[in-house]
């Protein structure tokens, strides 16, 4: 059997390496290593794919939330409300900007933002809500902009781990994950369903003058070269990363299948073992049957994370290591107890989800290049453990 991985970025290149070194050694030739055609070519490509009407390539995923935050205009002392049980990034921005980050628990099934949760915390210097797409499914958006309506905020999309998944409306219209509020974030860092080999990160949205604002924040504040009309930071795609993603992105929807395949496997081999909780696929895709079915793409399995309700996560966790079987615990302290971000404003109360959580959850292999039996030997070990 081939050597398991968390993720299998090897064997996946080897797949396209003929196509990604071709570009890669077309923009070693034109030196056009910023803002080269690539770059254009991309940001075309995959405004295309979205069917949205503006794609702001940047640096990387963290900075894309920090330049949505700057070009949407919040002040210092403005509350941005956020899920507490998500990756740091999503509460660090908030931090950078001055903002105030307000966190609240998230749902037992999806891990997404807890949407009872969100309307108490609102306050009248609520400005933003960040809804984080975790793991790869879209937060409960019909919901969330009812409420961001009903308030008059922002929403700003933290879609790092969903690119890819559709979202679907109680009258069946569809949207891509990102594209869905006044602005979305996705990351491209490697291990991603669409991910570069290097650092990458891009800004979606359909609002001309947000992405007139984000264009020139990117670069500098600049619009014409030495003249700075706004407050920018220096936060660019570079060339060779385009190329990848140009390559990649034709193939993202046959990644996302084959990681829904995977998928499938897991939750049919844990399906009758009383201690595992597999994962929602939460959707409102006509004949959708909740089960990863073929007939919609509401989740994109960014991570395939498993709930143990025996106390023996822990426990599990080092069998697997050391039955070779890497595997990974997203995540194991919530944001409202981590020392940067703890405030006399929670109560632990606020997060009974998330603290069971912390303690349930672990995330196996979950990758495009997973075969049959990898996934058998993975299930068995874990089922002969967890019974």
Avoid: W
């Amino acid at each position: 059997m081939k050597k398991i991985q968390m993720v299998d970025l090897q064997s996946q290149y080897q797949k396209i390496k003929e196509t990604v070194d071709a570009s890669i050694e077309e923009v070693l030739n034109s030196s056009a290593y910023i803002n080269g055609p690539y770059v254009h070519e991309f940001q075309a490509a995959l405004e295309e794919y979205l069917n949205v009407k503006h794609v702001i390539p940047c640096a990387n995923g963290t900075d894309a939330l920090q330049i949505a935050m700057m070009g949407l205009g919040l002040e210092p002392g403005d509350e941005v409300i956020t899920a507490d049980f998500t990756f740091a990034a999503t509460v660090e921005v908030i931090g950078l900007l001055q903002l105030t980050p307000v966190l609240v628990d998230v749902e037992p099934d999806t891990f997404n933002i807890d949407i009872e949760a969100l309307k108490k915390a609102i306050t009248p210097k609520t400005k933003a809500i960040v809804p984080v797409h975790l793991f790869g499914q879209c937060a409960n958006m019909e919901a969330v902009l009812a409420i961001a309506k009903e308030h008059n905020l922002y929403v700003i999309e933290d879609n790092a781990q969903a690119i890819g998944a559709d979202y679907t409306f109680a009258d069946g219209t569809k949207k891509k994950a990102g594209t869905i509020g006044n602005v979305g974030t996705t990351s491209f860092f490697p291990s991603k369903n669409l991910g570069c080999y290097g650092d990458g990160g891009a800004i979606f949205t359909n609002d001309d003058d947000l992405a007139h604002t984000l264009r020139g924040i990117v670069n500098h504040g600049m619009y014409k070269r030495y003249y700075h009309d706004v407050v920018g930071v220096n936060s660019r795609l570079d060339s060779i990363q385009a190329a990848v993603l140009k390559a990649k992105l034709p193939l993202l929807d046959s990644y996302c299948e084959a990681r829904r395949n995977a998928a499938r496997f897991y939750n049919n081999a844990f399906a009758n073992n009383p201690s595992i909780i597999t994962p929602t696929v939460s959707s409102k895709a006509a004949n959708c049957s909740g089960n990863i079915c073929s007939t919609c793409n509401c989740h994109v399995f960014h991570q395939y994370t498993l709930r143990i309700t025996n106390g023996k996560r822990n426990e599990l966790h080092q069998h697997l290591l050391d039955n070779g079987i890497p595997n990974a615990i997203y995540y194991p302290v919530p944001l409202h107890a981590q020392k940067a971000y703890r405030d006399d404003r929670y109560n632990e109360s606020d997060f009974t989800v998330t603290n069971q959580l912390i303690d349930e959850v672990i995330s196996l292999p979950m990758h495009t290049e997973l075969d049959e039996e990898q996934l058998s030997f993975i299930t068995k070990t874990v089922n002969d453990f967890i019974n």
